[in-house]
């Protein structure tokens, strides 16, 4: 597998105007050669901060391109999004749903969101193929991951949501979400606050993200008639390196729909579908345990209210108990919300004789929420094969 490290030339991406944008088109993703001149970072921004990170404000970036929005269509980054809390921040990594024109009209309302939280070892790809150790899984970076999610949910806004804190450059720790000790395993509570920084996060995201690309499309200033010749140029190659056709794909962005994202509190206009993978389930069950108290909150149960579906993939983490929710009174709560229930394992983990408690508690999972009524779709995947960490990841591919 190779591990070349990215050009120095990939610097140039950023918010700096269409030339750049189209430049950074032309350039492999392995595009930040700090990464690999200084050695892997850890979670936070591209290379990753502490636990609580830096506010950032809403609608700008900082004075550094690790501080700054980083827009390369479809994707942006937005480093240190603020929560509930200044203190608490996370980067976000959105995958823009296709253009009108390249996948039919855009759908409707509600808006459809996937808001993604991945395990241990999953980073930006340019961190990702500079480890000595998690290059090997690179397939898997969250870049990768996102477009994976994106044609399982066609016409949907992905969210990958990272966690805070990457403990030896490999553990995941979501500790914006739960209390987690030093590798991420968690301490469940009902009052840490998780639901309540989802949807900060969720609501301060839009809104930069709305911001970027309304700035963005303000430095092509074009008129309805320029940007209607752009759109339908040939495709020849221009003097920045950018076609007439990925300039046309721009416009039909900057054009489309994609840029009016409706507030995640609003009844009926927006849905959404949770999604963690191994360690990133921790998130999902921290929000079972306090979601009879979240609920009392008016914005917050609004928000709760439009959560169509929630995915757990595959749950695990290096604590000894507590992988899956097993606590009848919460998943009783739970029951009530009509949220769509999804479990999919591999081997890997509900088969692991060395944690035998996971595949004991993910039973009991199943069958308290069926006893409750829940119809939950329940797959385990890969059972004739030898549990692995390659079949691990690829649930990915077949959930």
């Not at 050695?39 to 290379?47: E, I, L, R, V, W």
């Not at 809104?207 to 430095?219: G, R």
């Not at 169509?308 to 695990?316: E, H």
């Not at 069958?367 to 329940?378: A, P, R, W």
């Amino acid at each position: 597998m190779s591990r070349r490290c990215p050009p120095a030339s990939s610097v140039l991406r950023g918010l700096v105007g269409s030339a750049f944008l189209c430049l950074a088109r032309t350039m492999s993703l392995r595009g930040a050669p700090a990464s690999c001149l200084s050695g892997p970072s850890g979670g936070g921004s591209a290379g990753g901060s502490g636990g609580g990170g830096r506010s950032s404000s809403i609608g700008g970036g900082g004075a550094s391109s690790s501080s700054s929005p980083r827009l390369n269509l479809p994707w942006l980054r937005l480093p240190e999004v603020p929560g509930a809390e200044p203190f608490r921040a996370n980067d976000v990594l959105l995958l823009l749903p296709p253009p009108p024109s390249a996948a039919g009209p855009l759908p409707e309302p509600p808006q459809h969101h996937v808001v993604y939280f991945p395990g241990d070892v999953q980073n930006y790809h340019e961190i990702m193929v500079c480890h000595p150790e998690n290059f090997q899984w690179e397939q898997w970076c969250l870049e990768n991951v996102a477009s994976i999610l994106g044609r399982r949910f066609p016409q949907s806004y992905i969210w990958v949501i990272k966690c805070s804190r990457m403990h030896l450059h490999k553990f995941s720790c979501y500790d914006n979400f739960v209390a987690s000790n030093m590798f991420g395993a968690p301490e469940h509570s009902t009052d840490f606050g998780a639901f309540k920084h989802l949807h900060a996060l969720l609501v301060n995201a839009f809104k930069l993200a709305q911001n970027v690309l309304l700035s963005q499309k303000s430095l092509y200033n074009f008129s309805k008639d320029a940007k209607a010749i752009a759109c339908q140029s040939p495709t020849v190659a221009t003097t920045n390196g950018c076609s007439a056709t990925e300039r046309g794909r721009d416009c039909e962005y900057f054009n489309s729909s994609a840029m009016n994202l409706i507030e995640p509190s609003v009844i009926g206009e927006a849905s959404f579908t949770l999604i963690g993978f191994s360690k990133g389930c921790v998130v999902l069950n921290q929000l079972l345990h306090e979601l009879k108290e979240a609920k009392k909150e008016k914005d917050t149960n609004a928000f709760i209210k439009n959560i169509r579906a929630i995915y757990w993939l595959d749950g695990g983490h290096s604590g000894g108990s507590n992988t899956w929710v097993t606590y009848p009174d919460v998943l009783k709560d739970f029951s009530e919300t009509g949220i769509s229930v999804n479990a999919h394992v591999t081997p890997y983990q509900v088969f692991d004789t060395m944690r035998a408690w996971i595949g004991k508690e993910h039973k009991r999972f199943v069958q308290i929420l069926e006893e409750l009524g829940v119809n939950v779709n329940s797959q385990l995947h890969f059972a004739d094969e030898a549990p692995s960490l390659d079949n691990h990841f690829r649930v990915h591919e077949v959930f």
